[in-house]
C-alpha cells in the first residue's frame, strides 16, 4: 500500500445539488442531502401546482404508496422515520387533482455518529460520489497489477446517482479512486461519511480504504488514511513512522474489528469515521461506524508530509485485490458527505 502519490490539484468541483425547481414549491427544510434525525420538520409552501392552485400538500417515502396529506398550502412539522437513506417526496396538489413532486435525499439518524460531534456551524460537500474530476491509478504500494473503470449509476442507488467501481485486479493488486472536492487548509476536524454496495459478492477484494488528505496552512499534506483489513479482520489506521520530507508510510492496525469480505453483498452499508489531526500532522483516529455500530478508537498517530501540494482536499478510495490470480469486484459508493470544521 502506498499511501503517498503525487497530485497536482484541480479546480475544485463542488456538487451543488439543487431542489427540482417545480413551480410554486418551496422546501425550506430539510435540505437535499441533509442528515437528519427523527423526526425531522418537514417546513415546505406551494402557492401553485400546473399554474393552479395549490388545495393539498403531503410527503411520501422512498417507493411507499403510503401518502401523508393535509388541507392548505404549507406544512412545518415534524416527520418520522426509519433510520438510512431516504427519498423524500413532498407532493402538492391543485384544485383540479393535478401533482407536483419534489425530491429530496435525506440520511435519518446517524445518532452520536454524527448530531454529538459535528458542530451545526461545520461547513459540508455532499454527493462527493458524482463530482466530475475523479481520476484513478494503479497503487504502486500494492504488487501485481490492477485495472479499474468508474461510471454513475441510477441503481443500485440510494440517490438515484451512484459511482460504481469496476475493478479487476490480479496477484493482489490494488486500485486507487479519487476526487478533489474543496481546498480548505484551516479546518481539522472531519467528519466522512458514505454508503457501500458489493455487488454479487465479495470473493474478488481483500481490503476497502476510504482516505482524506488535506493540505495543511504549513504546505504539509496530513493523510487521514483508513482501512478495512479483511487479512486480519481490523480497521488499519495510516502512520508516517518516518520525518515529512523522509517518510515512512505504513499502516497501523486498530483493536477495532473489520472484515469487508463479510459485508452482505447486494445491500447498502453505512460506514462513518470521524479524523481530527493538529497543524505539526498528528492525526487522532476517534472512532468509526458501520451501519450504526460504533467502535472508539481514540489512536493518534503522525502523519504528515511534505509532497509540494497546493490546497486540497482529497479522498481516495481503494479496493485491493484478494488472490494470486486474476479476480474482480464491483463495488458503489453513494450519498457521500464530508463535514469539516
Known amino acids: 500500500m502506498n ?3 503525487k497530485f497536482s490539484p484541480l479546480a475544485v468541483l463542488l456538487l451543488c445539488t439543487a431542489v427540482p425547481a417545480l413551480a410554486g414549491t418551496v422546501v ?21 401546482c400546473s399554474s393552479l392552485p395549490v ?7 422512498d417507493n411507499s404508496t403510503s401518502t401523508q396529506g393535509f388541507a392548505g398550502q404549507q406544512m412545518n412539522g415534524p416527520v418520522n422515520a426509519p433510520v438510512g437513506p431516504h427519498i423524500l417526496h413532498v407532493k402538492v396538489w391543485n384544485e383540479k387533482g393535478g401533482v407536483c413532486v419534489t425530491d429530496l435525499a ?56 451512484a459511482r460504481m467501481f469496476s475493478t479487476s485486479f490480479s496477484y493482489y493488486g490494488g486500485q486507487r479512486y479519487s476526487a478533489q472536492f474543496a481546498d480548505d487548509t484551516q479546518s481539522t476536524n472531519f467528519f466522512y461519511d458514505t454508503w457501500v454496495y458489493v455487488v ?3 470473493n474478488g477484494f481483500s ?29 488499519d489506521y495510516a502512520v508516517n513512522a518516518g ?10 492496525h486498530s483493536a477495532a474489528n473489520c472484515n469487508a469480505r463479510s459485508w452482505a453483498p447486494n445491500q447498502w452499508h453505512h460506514v462513518q469515521i470521524w479524523f481530527s489531526h493538529d497543524t505539526s500532522g498528528w492525526v487522532t483516529y476517534h472512532a468509526v ?35 494470486p490470480g486474476t479476480t474482480s469486484a464491483q463495488v458503489a459508493l453513494d450519498h457521500m458527505i464530508v463535514y469539516r470544521w
Open 243 to 252: 520525518s515529512p520530507t523522509q517518510y515512512n508510510d505504513t499502516w497501523g
Open 289 to 323: 461506524w458501520l451501519d450504526g455500530a460504533q467502535q472508539d478508537l481514540n489512536i493518534r498517530a503522525f502523519s504528515g508530509y511534505m509532497l509540494g501540494w497546493g490546497p486540497a482536499v482529497v479522498t481516495n478510495f481503494q479496493i485491493d485485490g484478494a488472490s
Open 200 to 202: 454479487g459478492n465479495s
Open 28 to 48: 425550506a427544510s430539510p435540505a437535499n442531502g441533509a442528515q437528519v434525525s427523527s423526526p425531522f420538520t418537514l417546513t415546505m409552501s406551494a402557492d401553485t
Open 207 to 235: 481490503n476497502l480504504e476510504f482516505d482524506l488528505n488535506q493540505t495543511m496552512s504549513n504546505g504539509e499534506t496530513v493523510v487521514m488514511g483508513f482501512q478495512c483489513d479483511s487479512w486480519i479482520g481490523k480497521w
Open 106 to 161: 435525506i440520511t435519518v439518524g446517524g445518532g452520536a455518529a454524527f448530531s454529538a460531534i459535528v458542530p451545526s456551524y461545520a461547513p459540508s460537500v455532499s454527493q462527493i460520489q458524482v463530482v466530475g474530476n475523479w481520476f484513478q491509478v494503479h497503487d504502486g504500494g500494492t504488487p501485481g497489477s490492477s485495472y479499474g473503470a468508474m461510471s454513475v449509476v441510477n441503481s443500485p442507488s440510494l440517490t438515484g446517482t
Open 3 to 5: 499511501l503517498i502519490r
Open 55 to 61: 388545495t393539498e400538500v403531503g410527503f411520501s417515502f
